[in-house]
């Protein structure tokens, strides 16, 4: 791949902690007898996966090379004669970057450099410098420069010069404009201070949850492999302006808005980061102060994008990633987004199995549109049936005309099916939520 100066020559199919499976920008290797835990990406969708990081990160495509081999190589990941080949194409568009979609050791970065004559980086790398490039906040980007000192530490043995500093090619973003030299003594130091921000912002985010949990509101947390739609559905259902793009990872920064449903009872929705198969671990720990939002939440909605074909596959990486966070066992509801790409008679036949409350894998599924608006109406109703705080009961109330103030909270957190008006009382038939009924509990007919 070409961009920002790079060449990108990859392919991709298995998690990177498989020894055997699939050396990528270059290699497939599958171990004999064993039987993946996940369903896997073949080459030419993880290949197209691994374009779209790249292209997310402000890079040209000039070649893709894949090698499929029965055992990847200790020393270059893959073999002497493609790694030749690798060279000469990298030469002939006169590129100046080579991407691997598969970890790689220090040692094996720094042999395929000397062979290649361009710089190598792998694929968490890739995805580190995507974040570096979306964070927004002080926080996002203190978990992004964590995430990559520890990264870069077991990498500084033979550098050199080279890494001396953090620049501005792909794989080399910096954390913010900090030139960092390669010293471990000084990387250490950098990591336990960028830890003790973040755990200030830790501590700061506890405190607001504190005073969140104080009232009886439910936090909603949306979920799911990047570019599945998140962020275009928490912007249809709060009417925010949260950032949506189809490239990855353009939300880091958590945002949190409130959501009325229809009991009248109010949610915050929290938009998270979205999830990639074989999310770097240091990544995900970094981002723990993010995450947490997700193992507090009330209800998780999984987000899967209908119009893809991967969304099995996807599932089951975003449920990885809940299991590491320990989420796993989380209320949970299944959001199938971008059934406009769906053909219509598909769509629809969909739509009304979920109207019926007809599970796929044994869990309740809501199909929706996020950009045209279809389903969010269905969606509301079955966050509203699956949250537990400040529960709703029906309840029957005599209240004096006089009192504006009571009619008018009724009036903005109930649904009202009955009113009659008699000697100056108004009765009302409600269903209201718990918090509504302790405010108005002087006018509630206990008998009814």
């Known amino acids: 791949m070409?961009?920002?100066g790079g060449t990108v020559t990859a392919q991709a199919q298995a998690a990177r902690d498989s020894a055997g499976e699939v050396a990528k920008s270059g290699v497939t290797a599958k171990p004999s007898g064993v039987k993946p835990s996940v369903p896997q990406f073949d080459a030419e969708e993880s290949l197209a996966e691994l374009r779209a990081l790249a292209e997310s990160a402000g890079a040209k495509v000039a070649a893709a090379i894949v090698q499929h081999r029965e055992r990847i190589d200790p020393a270059t990941l893959i073999g002497?004669?493609?790694?030749?080949?690798?060279?000469?194409?990298?030469?002939?568009?006169?590129?100046?970057?080579i991407l691997f979609d598969h970890d790689l050791s220090p040692s094996q970065q720094r042999n395929i450099e000397k062979i290649v004559h361009r710089r190598v980086?792998?694929?968490?790398?890739?995805?580190?410098?995507?974040?570096?490039?979306?964070a927004r906040t002080r926080e996002g980007q203190l978990q992004v420069e964590l995430a990559q000192l520890q990264y870069l530490l077991p990498r500084l043995a033979g550098r050199g010069k080279e890494m001396s500093q953090l620049g501005g090619g792909i794989g080399t973003r910096g954390p913010g404009e900090t030139q960092l030299e390669t010293d471990r003594r000084k990387i250490h130091r950098r990591i336990r201070h960028v830890e003790q921000q973040l755990e200030n912002v830790r501590r700061i985010r506890a405190q607001q949850r504190q005073r969140r949990e104080s009232a009886p509101i439910a936090t909603v947390a949306l979920v799911g492999y990047t570019n599945a739609g998140k962020s275009t559905l928490f912007n249809a259902l709060t009417r925010a302006a949260v950032l949506s793009s189809p490239k990855m990872f353009a939300t880091l920064d958590p945002t949190l808005r409130a959501v009325t449903l229809p009991s009248k009872r109010r949610v915050l929705l929290s938009d998270t980061v979205g999830f990639i198969r074989s999310l770097p671990h240091t990544l995900v720990s970094a981002f723990r102060a993010t995450l947490e939002e997700v193992q507090r939440a009330s209800l998780i909605l999984q987000v899967s994008d209908a119009g893809s074909r991967l969304f099995a596959e996807q599932d089951a990486q975003v449920e990885l990633v809940l299991k590491e966070l320990d989420a796993e066992k989380k209320p949970r509801l299944r959001v199938m987004n971008k059934v406009d790409l769906l053909d219509e008679e598909v769509a629809e036949g969909l739509i009304n199995d979920s109207r019926r409350g007809k599970a796929r894998d044994g869990a309740v599924t809501v199909y929706v549109s996020a950009i045209e608006g279809t389903g969010l109406n269905d969606l509301l109703s079955r966050i509203d049936a699956m949250i537990e705080e400040d529960p709703v009961r029906r309840v029957h109330l005599r209240i004096p005309q006089?009192?504006?103030?009571?009619?008018?909270?009724?009036?903005?957190?109930?649904?009202?099916?009955?009113?009659?008006y008699k000697?100056?009382?108004?009765?009302?038939e409600a269903d209201a939520p718990e918090s509504v009924v302790r405010r108005l509990r002087e006018w509630v007919e206990l008998n009814k």
């Open 423 to 428: 000697d100056g009382i108004v009765e009302l």
């Open 121 to 134: 980086i792998d694929r968490t790398q890739l995805i580190l410098d995507i974040f570096a490039r979306h």
């Open 2 to 4: 070409r961009g920002r």
């Open 80 to 97: 002497s004669g493609k790694l030749e080949e690798i060279a000469g194409s990298a030469a002939s568009v006169n590129a100046d970057l």
């Open 402 to 420: 006089k009192e504006g103030k009571a009619l008018a909270l009724l009036e903005a957190g109930a649904r009202i099916y009955a009113r009659t």
